[in-house]
């Protein structure tokens, strides 16, 4: 974790308040209500995502979230709107370091940490296609972590009732009625639920990133939907096709790290199949490495977004 901290303190100006990127050209992020359908795409109902404030930063800061009721055009109805959403903000000691909290399961004690702000959203139109927004923070309300420099808030987005679709953005800002970037910040989850997009032309993107004690990863997606194919790409790799999974499954494949990955971030794409078109697709993943670890999935990749580059020299690849 050392050198992630390196990295991150090195890495070119980056303002990555957006949640989805604009480099992951995901649509929405994606939770349903607890009484959902898993065929639908959402394993367990729940969705934890972290923020970085930078240690010079201290000035207060908002969590902003688009669309944040369940109605409208913009989330998916299951029947009838009946569903209601929780979100979570925490910080202080252990909203991050607690081994539960970067986990993908919504188990123990995953709401470690001192809460700041919740808040309940049913079917509500005050809110249908606009911000709400949480705050104001103080960056030192946050857990301090050395190897990110900086403070480290959550927040955890969950259905609590109801089995209608959530799609919903976040936004990282530094005032609370318009989204200004936060120079230096980031966001990462352990464990991406997404919606993909109802178009074949668009390819969407996670960047695990990968540290010097990783050898292997393994990626695990759910309800992929038979959807196209997921390509590994780096920048020594110009493409590993990874195992997809069916409707309401699991599927899992590994990748073996070579040394010029180290130090880098992996770009998984996601690339639908042009016939016939895979209509409110909705997609879980994460990657772990050989001792079970989830990697994060920065919003803004650390190193940047990784291009195949054929004029590295690339020691020989063994046999997947």
């Not at 103080?138 to 799609?167: A, H, M, Q, V």
């Not at 780096?234 to 040394?259: C, M, N, P, Q, T």
Request: charged share 25%; proline share 4%.
């Amino acid at each position: 974790m050392m050198i992630l901290s390196v990295l991150l303190a090195g890495n070119c100006i980056s303002f990555a308040q957006p949640v989805p990127a604009s480099d992951e050209n995901i649509p929405y992020l994606m939770t349903f209500g607890s009484d959902g359908e898993t065929s639908w795409g959402d394993d367990d109902f729940s969705q934890t995502f972290f923020f970085k404030i930078p240690s010079s930063y201290n000035q207060p800061f908002y969590i902003r979230v688009y669309d944040p009721d369940i109605g409208g055009d913009v989330d998916e109805i299951n029947g009838v709107w009946d569903t209601r959403m929780s979100y979570e903000i925490f910080g202080g000691e252990g909203a991050w370091s607690n081994e539960d909290a970067r986990g993908v399961q919504p188990t123990g004690a995953y709401k470690s940490g001192t809460m700041l702000a919740t808040k309940v959203f049913g079917m509500d139109n005050r809110y249908d296609d606009k911000w709400y927004t949480f705050g104001p923070f103080n960056p030192t309300e946050g857990e301090l972590r050395e190897e990110f420099d900086g403070y480290i808030f959550k927040i955890i987005c969950e259905g609590i009732s109801g089995d209608d679709g959530n799609l919903y953005r976040y936004y990282l800002s530094s005032e609370a009625d318009e989204n200004v970037a936060i120079e230096d910040g980031n966001a990462f989850t352990y464990e991406y639920s997404f919606r993909m997009w109802n178009t074949t032309d668009n390819v969407s993107h996670i960047y695990p990133f990968i540290d010097t004690a990783t050898i292997f990863v393994k990626q695990v997606n759910f309800d992929w939907d038979n959807d196209g194919y997921i390509r590994v790409v780096s920048r020594v790799r110009r493409g590993l096709l990874a195992k997809i999974s069916g409707e309401d499954h699991w599927a899992d494949s590994k990748v073996k790290i070579i040394e010029e990955e180290i130090n880098s971030s992996l770009d998984f794409q996601f690339i639908k199949r042009k016939d016939p078109l895979v209509r409110n697709n909705n997609v879980v993943i994460s990657v772990e490495n050989q001792y079970g670890e989830y990697l994060e999935f920065f919003t803004v990749p650390i190193g940047g977004v990784p291009v195949y580059d054929p004029s590295i020299n690339v020691r020989k690849i063994e046999k997947q």
